[in-house]
């Protein structure tokens, strides 16, 4: 069989350099912001040509690893929170799966009547009593999702209960409700002013919003509006196709 990096060949070693950058930002060695070798360097440590030391950089600065800023130089790009939208996590575990601090802040916790949005969402009657709890999830005491959620008090009664300081409120419906169902919408947003506010940024910040549906064996659980400043913020997703089967 023949092999790549046996034979030397230029993609072999365009992906050694890559995975090399890869392993020093992993690692910690290089953190943010952290200057990353030039391609005059990289082409000398590889034994390849510049112009395939400039392709490697130029695909992880495309995936948002590093930044290439002319005349100064390649920097590890500063980490931002990844989610996948083809699962549901929870944020904390994602926050501390990177070796960072979580810590949630609670706005409020209350019962109030159901808009005709929240009702349609939640599957009940306009004016029914839902429960609404807004919180902010912070990493590195750093805003990185303002979470709106709408429960179902018939499903759920003990919700407005719990600490959510200790647990996420995923974490919580997970447990006393397993879900059965989710669905996703995904958008750009320009934040109002109170969003802005307790995710400490700019009016001029774009932010992407992720509205979810969550269901149970007895209907429709919880209706969120989660939204995450552009800065702070990124979706990922990874998918497996099966081989054509043969005849």
């Not at 600065?61 to 996948?84: H, M, N, W, Y």
């Not at 059965?180 to 109002?192: D, G, L, M, R, Y």
């Amino acid at each position: 069989m023949f092999n790549a990096y046996a034979a030397g060949c230029p993609m072999a070693k365009f992906s050694n350099i890559k995975q090399f950058i890869y392993d020093k930002i992993e690692t910690g060695e290089w953190p943010e912001n952290h200057p990353v070798s030039s391609e005059n360097a990289l082409a000398e440590q590889f034994s390849v040509s510049r112009m395939t030391a400039r392709r490697a950089l130029q695909e992880l600065a495309d995936e948002g690893l590093v930044i290439r800023t002319q005349g100064a130089g390649t920097f590890v790009a500063p980490i931002k929170s990844q989610t996948s939208f083809m699962a549901i996590k929870n944020i904390a575990d994602e926050v501390r799966d990177r070796g960072h601090e979580y810590r949630a802040k609670v706005h409020h916790l209350r019962i109030q009547d159901a808009s005709s949005q929240v009702a349609e969402a939640l599957q009940i009657e306009p004016g029914s009593e839902v429960l609404h709890s807004t919180i902010t999830h912070l990493e590195n005491d750093l805003p990185v999702q303002l979470e709106e959620r709408y429960v179902n008090p018939k499903l759920v009664p003990d919700y407005l209960k719990q600490d959510y300081t200790k647990v996420t409120p995923h974490e919580y419906l997970c447990v006393v409700t397993p879900l059965t169902e989710a669905s996703h919408q995904i958008e750009a947003i320009h934040p109002i002013s109170s969003v802005c506010q307790l995710l400490q940024i700019s009016r001029d910040e774009p932010c992407l919003r992720i509205i979810r549906r969550t269901w149970s064996s007895g209907g429709v659980v919880s209706y969120a509006i989660l939204t995450h400043p552009g800065s702070r913020f990124k979706l990922g997703g990874h998918m497996n196709f099966d081989a054509p089967k043969s005849d």
